[in-house]
């Protein structure tokens, strides 16, 4: 999996000071489609909600009602209360807290990990090489959502055990694009003339590689992200996931789902919020894909 | 063998890049006459290629074709039609790569069958006899049994023989060359020439063959229209073309002639590149490469201009050219 | 002979890729947090019995020994006994296998009713309206966690008209019909668009392929030029991405059987993963392993048949 020569190395001349590339090809945040502003928005909401959540939110998410369980949406409670009387609004709020950290994690650190497998399986070749890409064949190889539900059992309920099957299973795309970006740019002249010049690999990987992967690799993140958000709250819908009483979206599903036919709500809020941050990122996604390859 | 059969007038090939208009074809007029056989000569991204394929309406959705297109299939002359209307109607196309050319999922007997089942309302045995009958006159030796073979089982030359029988297989007057020899070995090249010369005399059909390789072009056409950067910038007879060329790209182009059989269509031997579509340079689009540019080339478009009988040109100074010193 | 050589080479690399995945799963299983003992005896056994249930359980051996013995115990159709029931692993699986099968064969229909279409047209009218609403469609139908589609689809469809059941499985063939009918469909509401974008890229190179000018220039055109010239040249990555996505799929039929309370494998996984009942949950990713490494399989030899081109291939 290489990637196409990108403009941005074109014509470059051997010279022994590298010279610095933009980040990414020219004019592409110019020409950057609507949608991918869209997506930013929707998502920079989400982030904001997350962290404004203990200003914004009327009640303590926690805090248990028995009196008033199960209340239909009043100016109290914007959103009723759920079977414990919890404010169901506030929970909403609140999880984001939980589930965008989880989800971003999810998928950023299979980034960080596949950038640096693959970087290494690049630059060092030989064994290094042989050891890391065939390791990502087994893992390819591998029914990918059963390795999760294997790992999560074995590693026990909540979030550490969702993010780290998720880091196993997907570094071997990045690690792969990367890998591919190494060894095309490795053998250019310059990189030749770099090592020459004593530049450490470090920064011929930040200098010469990384600019060049960083597009490819943001089209992949938001879907990353995106399955790592609903992996968690399936998980946690399954009641694998993060344990009661905390506010995730899945588990609050679950909750609501048997009042659905007297509270449709309180089941249908939690998910659309998820929707909407799904589709927040996948708009970025896919129109990072459609700049990149117009 | 009298009267005209296409008449193309202005054709002009716009595509919208990013919000940007770009005009790869723009402004060609050409005609041909019934049983002739024209070259359209350039380098690659000239708009030969292009031209050919809007003659048969096959452009891709996002281009937009402008002009005038004619072409006389049963009538005295021409009329205007519309590129869809001679899909398997007069005209024919066949391709530079016969292998990407043949739908891979689809035994060669089966696609020569498609033409005469689509249009002379033949049953199944009847269009396949058809079939082996046309693999028969391309030259296909046992057609019945290679009627039943994949593409992918055929040699380069055979491929190519039965992209030519499917195209055969409408009938057309108007056959279309895409550089059909260039993907090609040289002697299978020759085979391939000399196939298409022979069944344009024996079936009265007209050729319109593009090709960066003047030699080919020589061997088989009449009429010779050189194409570059989107207009065609010289027409004539074929030999009166090589010995007399009256346009300094011409010139370039024949003494930069790749030896016969190369199977890029980027030319050495020419200064420069060929300049980019998105931004052609004003005037004639050759003066930034050309030994006789003057400062009036630059000064504005130049059009076609009748030199001789039957011959045209582009350049304002034609009587600088120096000629090839025979 | 070309064909069935192709076949054969395929099988036999399935064959190190289950006693991989075997491995795999047996060891990450090793690693497993609680006593396996502890759970059988109970909380009030004593030391002593404990021993005595490690030592009927092998527990004592060295993991190589443990695993030898696991394979070779799989290989005669014994998989254990599930620490809560105390029944066979098997026999659990068997009970439950008809409901996951009944579940991704209709879903699966339902997925290529769905997409086929929907990616064909996307394809073919491709950045005119109706492709933007598929793909808007497309990308909410991504975002949708399967779970809450199905609870959705419960209350919008069956709680309204009454006409699905809200859960359970039945009896005879149409009751069964009728029950999976829906949580089939959020199967492939959860599973389409991934096929549709996929299919929708695959249609549109084959759409771009110098053959399909061929046939346009033969007069070729319409449903005749989709049919002999587009959809088989097509249907073998579309198998494929098919096949790729039964891992997902099986994963929503884990979601969707706890959601529509179905008795299936999925739904046993779950209940198994939250027991911590160990020979469960490894008779269960064992044969979910074992489903999708067939899927390959099979999608690798219709498209092997489709493709002529295969023939000779590796």
Known sequence: MTSPPSPAYEGVPPTIEPLEVPIGERGLWRRMPKKVWVGVGIVATYILVALLAPVIAPYDPLLINPANSLASPTADHLLGTDQLGRDIFSRVLYAARVDLPIGFLGAFLPAIAGTLLGALAGFYGRWVDTVIMRTADVVQAFPAYILVIVLVFALGQGARSIIIAFTVLAWVVYARIIRGEVLRVRDLDYVHAARVAGLRNLRILRVHVFPNVINQTIVYLPSDIVFATLALASFSFLGLGIPPPTAEWGAMIADGQPFITTNWWFATVPGLAIVGLGLGLSLIGEGFEEALRG | MSGNLLEVTDLRVTFDVH???????????????????LGIAGESGSGKSLSLKSIIGLLPPNATVGGDLRFALDQESPIPYAPADVHGHGISIIFQEPMTALNPTMRVGDLIAEGPKLHKGMGKKEAEERAIELMRLVGIPTPERRARMWPHQLSGGLRQRVMIATALSVEPQLLLCDEPTTALDVSIQDQILGLLQELRTRLNMAIIFVSHDLAVLGEICDRLAIMYAGRIVETGPVDEVFADPQHPYTEALMTSVPSFGATTDMLIGIEGRPPDPRDFPPGCRFAPRCDYAQEDCTAADHHLASVAPGRTTACIHPELIEGLGQ | MGRFGFVGKRLLQVIPMLFGIVLVVFMVLQVTPGDPARQIAGLRASEADLDEVRESLGLNDSVLEQYG??????????????????????????????VTVWLMGVGLLLVVLISVPLGVISALRKDRPIDHIIRGLGLLGMSMPAFWTGVILLLLVANTTGWFPSGGFGETFWEKAHHIFLPALTLAIASSPFIIRGLRAEMISVLESDYISTGRSIGVAGSRLVRRFVLRNAAGPGITLVAIEAGFLLFGAVVIETTFALPGLGQGLVIAARGRDLPSVQGYTLLFALAVVTIYLLSDIITAILDPRVEVGK
Do not use: C, H, M
Request: net charge positive.
């Open chain 3, 69 to 98: 013995r696991y394979v070779g115990n799989v290989l005669q159709g014994d998989l254990g006994f599930s620490y809560k029931s105390r029944k066979p692993v098997a026999s659990i699986i068997g009970d439950r296998i008809g």
């Open chain 2, 19 to 37: 919000g940007r208009r770009v005009t790869p074809v723009d402004g060609v007029s050409l005609t041909l006459e019934r049983g002739e056989a």
